[in-house]
């Protein structure tokens, strides 16, 4: 039990384009996901908080409007990516908690903007 | 801020060798510390944590025990075997309830030889 699944695991857009990850829960409801990226070498950075059915909270310097976070349920959340940018690539991974303290991860997304 | 810092990979050891792996945390209150594991093309899985000063975690014959006066929470296994090979990430959150975010290391690669 306890499975979060991402689509797509990887992802090549042209610049200038939108880029929609996909983060469900397969096997519980999620109170809470979480957004993280990645960068080579580097540690996860927590990017976004997301509760379902209300505004995500984001980390200081993560632009709301460049990444925007829909929880529309207790299963599914999504991280859009816009107007897309080499800077962008990145990867990108979500985790769910079922209860208040474990967070479950996805495999991650690779998204790289040409 | 919150910071945790872990030894840079790769390391490599031959099997049945012991293993440590440092981390040492920065945080202005008290959080509970956790070790994650990432297996290629996986995502990450909680290996153990610890709640609070003293406390050991332990799974699958590796622990760690949250250390305050040394700010640490080192890993540790005492014979390792080629299917530990994975990226190991030190992570750490404030146990005040609810669902927070983790604050996580850069991670280190871990390589058993057979």
């Known amino acids: 039990g306890a499975v979060v699944s991402q689509h797509p695991s990887w992802v090549i857009c042209k610049s200038g384009t939108s880029v929609k990850i996909e983060c469900r829960s397969l096997d519980f409801q999620a109170t809470t996901m979480f957004w993280y990226r990645q960068f080579p070498k580097q540690s996860l950075m927590l990017m976004a908080t997301?509760?379902?059915?209300?505004?995500?909270?984001?980390e200081q310097g993560v632009e709301k409007d460049k990444f925007l976070i829909n929880h529309a349920s207790l299963t599914l959340s999504t991280l859009t990516v816009t107007s897309a940018h080499p800077e962008d690539s990145s990867f990108y991974i979500c985790s769910a908690t079922r209860q208040a303290y474990e967070q479950f991860f996805g495999p991650g997304t690779r998204l790289t903007v040409l | 801020g919150d910071s945790v810092t872990q030894m840079e990979g790769p390391v490599t050891l031959s099997e049945e060798a012991f293993l440590t792996i440092n981390c040492t945390y920065t945080?202005?209150?008290?959080?509970?510390l956790f070790w994650y594991v990432q297996y290629p093309g996986e995502g990450l899985q909680l290996l153990l944590k610890a709640t609070k000063a003293d406390d050991k975690g332990s799974n699958k014959g590796f622990e760690a025990t949250y250390r305050k006066e040394t700010t640490s929470f080192h890993l540790e296994k005492g014979s390792v075997q080629v299917s530990d090979s994975a990226v190991y990430f030190c992570a750490l959150r404030y146990s005040g309830g609810g669902a927070d975010g983790l604050t996580f290391g850069k991670g280190t690669h871990l390589i058993i030889q057979p």
């Open positions: 945080a202005t209150g008290y959080p509970s």
């Open positions: 997301s509760n379902e059915g209300s505004k995500a909270t984001y």
